[in-house]
């Protein structure tokens, strides 16, 4: 069993990004410009759910592709531009409500964005009903993205978000660090395992499950101790990228600070590792569990999650 190096999937990665569906890149950075969008001129899920927002507003037949109609309609000055946020995000945001007292409803101003994996499986509705039922207190995040089953391959959760509280609200998500930071901080969690480790030609969990190869990456250097971890999907990256966008204007969090300045300057490993100014509260920014917690592994540096936080 054969893992491919990072390269060949961020290859992979970067093909799935620039699927424009028949349409020029130019007219996609035209559109995203004309929607108010960032101008990646790619066609990812939130420019087509925002080209689906326009189409419903003005009459035009729904399908979230940027057809002849759409942009003759949308590049002229005739166009109902009327949306907001919300409108942007509806089609790709499920609510999924956790009971009110397992979270803090209790709306605080937000400066950190925090990314975590569940170090766990890919269905994010059992992380969810995981939380409501479990004792351990008020933990948990606003947002899951559901990914792959790394044993059966099954992709059916995969790129789904939920939103189970409203990030206005919070939880403790990132253990023994100041409460501050818990307060004015949105955590974001991927479902994913984590890292894995190799024993007679197969890759195991720290569960015990074997992963398929096909969902292991070799970063190519050791992350706290491990090579081999199980890959974030395309998929989710691909959301977790416009999620992102979508809390930091929201909210007012720079996609800079942190871990895209940490990347401008040092290597992954180096980026996404513990550092005193994050767990000081002096970085108020994207930051990792790892950025705060030396003993945590959510998330590591794979190289088309490098990718997109350097392309914010």
């Given at each position: 069993?054969q893992?491919?190096?990072?390269?060949?999937?961020?290859?992979?990665?970067?093909?799935?990004?620039?699927?424009?569906?028949?349409?020029?890149?130019?007219d996609?950075?035209?559109a995203q410009?004309?929607?108010?969008?960032?101008?990646?001129?790619?066609?990812?899920?939130?420019?087509e759910a925002?080209?689906?927002n326009?189409q419903?507003?003005?009459?035009l037949?729904?399908?979230?592709?940027?057809?002849?109609?759409?942009k003759?309609?949308?590049f002229?000055?005739?166009?109902d531009?009327?949306?907001?946020?919300?409108?942007?995000?509806?089609?790709f945001?499920?609510?999924?409500?956790?009971?009110?007292?397992?979270?803090?409803?209790?709306?605080?101003?937000?400066e950190?964005?925090f990314?975590?994996h569940?170090?766990g499986?890919?269905?994010?509705?059992?992380?969810?009903?995981?939380?409501?039922?479990?004792?351990?207190?008020?933990?948990?995040?606003?947002?899951?993205?559901?990914?792959?089953?790394?044993?059966?391959?099954?992709?059916?959760?995969?790129?789904?978000?939920?939103?189970?509280?409203?990030?206005?609200y919070?939880?403790?998500?990132?253990?023994?660090?100041?409460?501050?930071?818990?307060?004015h901080?949105?955590?974001?969690?991927i479902?994913?395992?984590?890292?894995v480790?190799?024993?007679?030609?197969?890759?195991?969990?720290?569960?015990n499950?074997?992963?398929?190869?096909?969902y292991?990456v070799?970063l190519g250097f050791?992350f706290r101790?491990?090579r081999?971890?199980?890959?974030?999907?395309?998929?989710?990256i691909?959301v977790?990228?416009?999620?992102?966008?979508?809390?930091t204007?929201?909210?007012?969090?720079s996609?800079?600070?942190?871990l895209q300045e940490?990347?401008?300057?040092m290597?992954?490993k180096?980026?996404?590792?513990y550092?005193?100014?994050?767990v000081h509260?002096?970085?108020?920014?994207i930051?990792?569990h790892?950025?705060?917690r030396?003993?945590?592994?959510?998330v590591?540096?794979q190289?088309n999650?490098?990718?997109?936080?350097?392309s914010?």
């Open positions: 069993m893992v491919l190096p990072q390269n060949i999937f961020l290859n992979f990665h970067r093909a799935i990004y620039s699927k424009t569906m028949g349409t020029s890149g130019s996609i950075i035209h410009k004309v929607l108010h969008l960032h101008s990646t001129g790619v066609y990812d899920p939130l420019t925002a080209v689906k326009f419903l507003k003005n009459s037949p729904a399908t979230g592709q940027l057809d002849a109609s759409t003759e309609l949308l002229s000055n005739e166009a531009l009327t949306t907001d946020l919300t409108d942007r995000y509806s089609s945001i499920q609510n999924y409500p956790l009971p009110e007292e397992q979270y803090l409803k209790s709306p605080t101003k937000k950190y964005l990314l975590h569940t170090a499986w890919n269905n994010p509705y059992r992380v969810v009903d995981l939380w409501a039922t479990d004792t351990v207190g008020r933990i948990g995040t606003p947002f899951i993205i559901g990914g792959i089953n790394p044993k059966t391959g099954d992709d059916s959760y995969d790129g789904v978000i939920l939103k189970c509280f409203d990030d206005e919070y939880a403790w998500h990132l253990g023994n660090v100041d409460r501050y930071m818990h307060k901080s949105i955590g974001i969690e479902c994913n395992f984590g890292w480790v190799k024993k007679d030609n197969h890759f195991y969990t720290y569960a499950t074997i992963v398929d190869p096909k292991v070799d050791t101790g491990y081999y971890w199980q890959r974030y999907s395309d998929k989710q691909q977790l990228r416009d999620l992102i966008i979508h809390l204007e929201k909210h007012g969090i996609t800079y600070i942190g940490r990347l401008q300057h290597s992954p180096d980026a996404f590792e550092f005193d100014e994050a509260g002096e970085i108020k920014g930051l990792s790892t950025s705060v030396k003993d945590k592994f959510d590591f540096p190289d999650l490098v990718d997109m936080i350097l914010l």
